[in-house]
């Protein structure tokens, strides 16, 4: 099966690119709905954090170290580097009795204008904690010291990550594809779209063991902190802001998205196939609109979808707008 045409981009009445991808919406008992391929496998990158905290919680060591909702939200999160993001993830090393130079994700400058002026205009570089990634690392790191393993979490034999590997296959119902290393350093195990939709599903429809009550509090978190998920004028954040709680979702480098439903007991998974962000982000929102979790004239619809392209001068330029069938 090939990938289907989700999304179109239009210009003077001419079709002038198009998104292809896997899509497939799932419940507990498998596939609702699919676009394309549901057995192409990828790397979920980002999309999947809520999977790669699963053993923080589920071990004990969230508990343990006292960690609150933010710090989980921070734990799932691909944050914009903001001082709201930072400045709890320092002081969640200071309490483990660690410090900057613990982390293994390496530094960038932030996404957030303000911080990033701030680095730039005062010559200082950034650092590690300002990677979008800290949150996931200090999470790693918390899960080491309860471990009482060694500092090198990122290597793919550490205790961390194969308690990763393991909640990851369980949760997907698949053996891990294979695996790369992340923009961050860390292991990224890869699955079908299939079974990250299974497994946003099974975050949907948690249970009362001990790993759906981990589930339950990581989706909760997400959807009570979405600026600390993302941030301001992100699309995780937005979404999450104008669903008001009814779903959370997470978005992935080369343009994967994730959703997770609990009303409904559904879990999406989505790969624009040229790794697009354009694409991801304009589909995650028709299928939000498509399960009836946005209307179809909520700013953050025509902000990623409906409304129109605009060019530098504020002229109408084109259009995005759903490919015929998607969704049906």
Known sequence: MTAARLIELWRGGMLESAHLGHVVISD??????????????????????????????????????????????????????????TRPIAAWLSALGLDDDDLRCGAHLPRDPAERKRLICSDESPCQIHNNCSGKHAGFLTLTRHMKAGPDYVEIGHPVQRAVRRAFEEVTGEPAAGWGI?????????????????????????????????????????????????????????????????????????AVFVGIVPERGLGLALKIVDGGTRGAEAAITALMLHLGLLEEGAPVVQKYLTGPLLNWRGLATGELRRAAGFPA
């Open 28 to 85: 507990a008992n498998g596939i609702v709905e699919a676009w394309g391929n549901p057995g192409a496998v990828i790397y979920p990158r980002s999309s999947c954090k809520m999977i790669q905290a699963l053993p923080l919680v589920e071990s004990g060591a969230a508990d343990a170290a006292g960690l609150s909702s933010e710090h989980l939200a921070l734990a799932c999160a691909s944050h914009d580097g903001a001082r709201i993001h």
């Open 182 to 254: 992340d923009g961050c350093s860390a292991p990224n195990f890869a699955c079908t779209v299939e079974g990250l939709a299974h497994a946003m599903a099974r975050f949907a429809r948690s249970g009362q063991d001990r790993r759906g009550q981990a589930q339950r509090r990581l989706v909760e978190a997400m959807l009570a902190h979405p600026e600390l998920v993302a941030g301001e004028g992100r699309a995780c954040t937005e979404l999450m802001r104008a669903m008001k709680g009814r779903a959370a979702v997470k978005t992935g480098a080369e």
